[in-house]
């Protein structure tokens, strides 16, 4: 039993958002059926990492990442009878989940209304990127874009330098994870009333909702956050260290004027620790690149983890800057269950990124990869919508099963 | 329709500092949930933060705090003392969740391991906000939200680019990591909560913000497993254009990804003869030769406004998109349309403006109902409300948004 076993999710989502909201729902235990297409395949199916460089629909794992624990249905939206097909999945969902732009799911016959008239208490979250009002809504919006579009990138950067990104398409899994809220709380509705609904999320605006400091300073004041490298303006010391080796680094905090304290006795800096002048945040604040100096002189004779073993020794927040590799080889991360290892009939045994979250009483695990592009089609069409081997071999014969 | 929010009903308890914990229940309140917040003595650490009103720090009149807890309630104990612990167990007893980030080492001395609260109330459900998780060697490791970006590997991914190893890798604004772990938490809570339906009992759930952290480095991380190399922010982007360009009146970024955007922004460049040499002939070249392409078009992008840009090119479905500033999200056309930003007046600290919901669900709207208590407003209340055998009843009227505006 898991937390929503018997739910249904009819995902006509792709790229990574859409499939990152409906990733927390099989997560939870929702049957998460993507509806994808051969013609047109999902973008992160032909994107790398390929075992041996060796490009391939099932072979990405960008795709196998983010698609965990889903089945894979191939239907050609473009055909009539791919559409009949798509509405009876409806018929038997719970949820849709969608991130086309505004008004393609309308034009396929699939809008909210279409679809409501075959499942009265469906419901349906769009997640275009701009929403469905507003005299934008028609634009076009790719992951990469809406960082800056967001606010983000103009809050983000090095000191007197230009706007920077986050290195990743950060909107998109915002937007997912909030799509993913969302859903639920519509479900839940659903429960008590009976009631479905029509959800419209704009990824821009989930990103906003991250950088309300800034938003507020600008309401108040007329002014913006200059963007400020590592530092924070209520913790001094904060801020990423070299360390020894060929671009190693080490996060180091003082939260309070006691972290601090001990963080100066621990690197060996008592004359620092004791000076009455950095007792205070707003002493350290004027002396923050003679405190930075310090640190980093220390920093630079030692590996990342044996600054953090210090220091965490000490009480003080620091942690290695993980590459993928860190990541991969991580002792904690592995006692913490958080991978998932599951044969692929395509790529073998790779490792992936689990579930960031344990559940005592009804434990939630990764039980299968990622789907094969089609890998589900007959399975879906026979056990899940009913359809007899004479309507299957019409459809194939169709060529909407593509 | 429900117009008290889709999950009018369910009471939440909060033990929160800063973001994490507070942004999880936040989610849950603008649902309609009744949240009470149970803050220390001292307050919650969001209170110190700002950005100010008046450029005084005021407890009472923090931007992050007042954000993060509006539809909230909020009560003082401190739950290391015995009184403390004991009001929050009142509470428990017709609690359905309480969402807290109070570290690992100090979750038994505030009273919150999950089995003496289950024997208070065995259908609550708990969520723990941690750091690193409760079961692997760094489970009680000292973090904050620069450490735990640094942990879940996304740090390394980003700051200045190819030739600038001097350069450390950068955080983006902000507390980022705390709001990742926020809105796990909130998806895993109402997962519980799905799985009370069909158990009839609550449980703990642990959350880890460095896994919350990993969980969102795109296609980054299985370049390790699936073909042995490791990325960092100073590997070459394979495909240009993807960068940020000065404009005579601020900055854009150009996304031409596929070769029918990149074919019309040439033509929305005038068609100048650069653009058509042979080393920037497709996306791939553009990439080996981003470093001559960009200076080629950082020359033109100069003579242009961002607005009249971002505009001419959209309309040509090329999705550039500007670096927006704070005021020019406030003053954007289209958010407004949306009515997405909230405006209020808080009896703390008057005017307030905040992001609203990002969502318009059709049947349960998103209302503001309640400004972010301050420190103790309910405390009373509550205290009145236990003598009364009732802790989560509401004396009197609840303080009411003055003025309301957005959806």
């Not at chain 1, 899994?173 to 519509?186: D, N, S």
């Not at chain 1, 479905?196 to 821009?204: K, Y």
Request: with cysteine; aromatic share 8%.
């Amino acid at each position: 039993m898991k937390p929503l076993s018997g739910i249904r999710v009819a995902d006509f989502t792709w790229v990574w958002a859409g499939p990152f909201c409906t990733l927390q729902l099989a997560h939870l235990g929702a049957e998460v059926i993507r509806v994808e297409s051969s013609l047109r395949p999902c973008v992160t199916r032909l994107l790398p990492p390929w075992p041996d460089g060796e490009p391939g629909v099932n072979r990405s794992g960008y795709f196998n990442q983010y698609n965990q624990g889903k089945l894979s249905l191939a239907l050609d939206l473009k055909h009539p009878e791919g559409i009949a097909v798509a509405k009876d999945l409806v018929r038997v969902s719970d949820v849709v989940c969608e991130n086309f732009a505004f008004g393609v799911m309308d034009r396929l016959g699939l809008g909210y209304d279409a679809l409501r008239s075959v499942r009265p208490d469906i419901i349906m979250i769009s997640m275009s990127g701009y929403g469905a009002t507003g005299p934008e809504r028609e634009y076009v919006s790719y992951g990469p874009a809406q960082v800056p579009l967001s606010g983000l990138s103009s809050l983000t950067g090095y000191r007197g330098s230009p706007p920077m990104h986050v290195g990743i398409s950060y909107g998109d899994p915002t937007a997912g994870l909030h799509a993913a809220v969302a859903t639920l709380a519509a479900l839940w509705h659903r429960e008590q009333t009976g009631e479905g609904q029509w959800i419209d999320l704009s990824q821009w605006e989930t990103t906003i909702c991250m950088i309300p400091e800034a938003i507020m300073e600008y309401a108040w004041h007329g002014t913006q956050p200059e963007r400020n490298g590592n530092r924070d303006p209520w913790m001094v010391p904060h801020g990423i260290f070299r360390c020894a080796g060929e671009q190693r680094w080490v996060a180091v905090v003082a939260r309070d004027d006691a972290e601090w304290q001990r963080l100066a006795r621990a690197i060996g800096r008592n004359d620092l620790a004791e000076d009455p002048e950095l007792a205070t945040l707003s002493g350290r604040r004027q002396a923050v690149e003679r405190i930075e100096q310090a640190i980093e002189e220390w920093t630079l004779q030692r590996t990342p983890m044996e600054v953090t073993q210090v220091l965490q020794a000490a009480g003080v927040p620091a942690f290695p800057c993980y590459d993928s590799r860190n990541l991969a080889e991580d002792e904690h991360l592995r006692e913490e269950g958080f991978f998932v290892e599951l044969e692929h009939p395509e790529v073998g045994r790779k490792l992936h990124l689990g579930i960031p979250w344990r559940m005592s009483g009804t434990p939630c695990s990764v039980t299968r990869p990622a789907p094969l592009l089609g890998e589900h089609t007959e399975f879906v069409l026979r056990n899940v919508l009913g359809y007899d081997d004479e309507r299957i071999q019409n459809l194939l014969a169709s060529g909407a099963l593509r | 329709m429900n117009p008290s929010g889709a999950l009018a009903g369910l009471k939440i308890i909060e033990c929160g500092g800063l973001v994490a914990a507070a942004y999880a229940t936040k989610l849950l309140a603008d649902l309609g949930a009744e949240v009470i917040k149970v803050e220390p003595p001292w307050g919650d650490p969001a209170r110190q933060r700002g950005p100010f009103p008046t450029g005084t720090p005021d407890p009472d009149a923090s931007g992050l705090f007042l954000y993060l807890n509006c539809n909230k309630r909020g009560i003082v104990a401190d739950l290391a003392t015995a009184e403390g612990r004991e009001l929050l167990y009142e509470l428990v007893r017709g609690a359905d969740l309480l969402i807290h980030n109070v570290p690992p080492p100090r979750m038994a001395r505030f009273g919150l391991e999950y089995e003496s609260l289950a024997a208070v109330n065995q259908r609550l459900v708990e969520v723990s906000i941690t750091p690193f998780g409760t079961v692997g060697p760094y489970r009680d490791y000292e973090a904050s939200d620069l450490t735990l970006w640094a942990a879940g590997g996304l740090a390394y991914l980003n700051g200045a680019g190819p030739g600038s190893d001097d350069l450390p890798p950068l955080k983006p604004f902000g507390l980022q990591a705390e709001f990742q772990g926020a809105l796990n938490a909130a998806v895993a809570a109402l997962g519980a909560l799905f799985a009370r339906r069909q158990t009839g009992t609550g449980q703990h759930v642990v959350v880890s913000i460095q896994q919350c952290v990993a969980s969102i480095l795109e296609l980054t991380f299985e370049y390790y497993p699936y073909m042995g190399l490791i990325a960092s922010r100073l590997g070459q982007k394979p495909i240009q254009p993807l960068d940020f360009f000065e404009c005579r009146d601020g900055w854009i970024f150009v996304c031409c990804v596929e070769e029918h955007q990149w074919e019309r922004l040439v033509e929305l460049m005038g068609n100048p003869e650069w653009a058509r040499l042979e080393i920037f002939s497709n996306r791939l070249a553009r990439g080996r030769n981003w470093d001559a392409l960009k200076l080629l078009m950082q020359e033109w992008m100069a003579t242009q406004s961002v607005k009249d840009l971002y505009h001419a090119a959209q309309a040509r479905r090329i999705p550039l998109a500007p670096v927006s500033t704070m005021g020019d999200l406030l003053k954007s056309e289209h958010l407004q349309a949306r009515g997405f930003f909230a405006t209020f007046e808080s009896p703390s600290c008057g005017r307030v403006t905040i992001p609203g919901a990002p969502y318009r669900m059709q049947r349960t709207p998103w209302r503001l109902r309640t400004p972010a208590p301050r420190l103790g407003e309910h405390t009373a209340e509550v205290l009145a409300g236990i003598r009364s055998g009732n802790p989560w009843a509401h004396q009197g009227t609840p303080g009411k948004v003055a003025k309301e505006s957005g959806s």
